[in-house]
């Protein structure tokens, strides 16, 4: 099994800044795939940005240029760095973990874009 903890969302203008976190329960290089998601008001959680074991990477298009995910191996933790924000960026951001082919999720952190 995989826990996750995230932390790191909040209130922020727009054009602002937040990093995102993502603590796992085990060594993020026992885990295939740590990504995020997202999910707004009455639409469907949708893809932000994920990294795989082997580094690699996979951003959605309406992400690419503006957010970055990375790792830290030595806190199992994964990051989500988010510039220019905007409003349509508000949403409860979800940790999402792929082990042993079964899906984990982090509890959600809500992220505010607004003036």
């Known amino acids: 099994q995989v826990q996750l903890a995230e932390s790191g969302g909040g209130l922020v203008q727009p054009g602002g800044s937040l990093r995102l976190s993502c603590a796992a329960s085990r060594s993020i290089f026992s885990i295939n795939r740590m990504g995020w998601y997202r999910q707004a008001p009455g639409k469907q959680r949708e893809l932000v940005a994920v990294?795989?074991?082997?580094?690699?990477?996979n951003y959605a298009d309406f992400v690419k240029g503006r957010f970055i995910i990375s790792r830290d191996s030595d806190e199992n933790t994964v990051y989500l760095q988010m510039n220019s924000l905007k409003p349509e960026d508000t949403a409860v951001y979800y940790c999402n973990a792929v082990y042993n082919f079964i899906d984990y999720w982090g509890q959600g952190t809500q992220v505010t874009v607004s003036s």
């Open positions: 990294k795989y074991r082997s580094g690699s990477t």
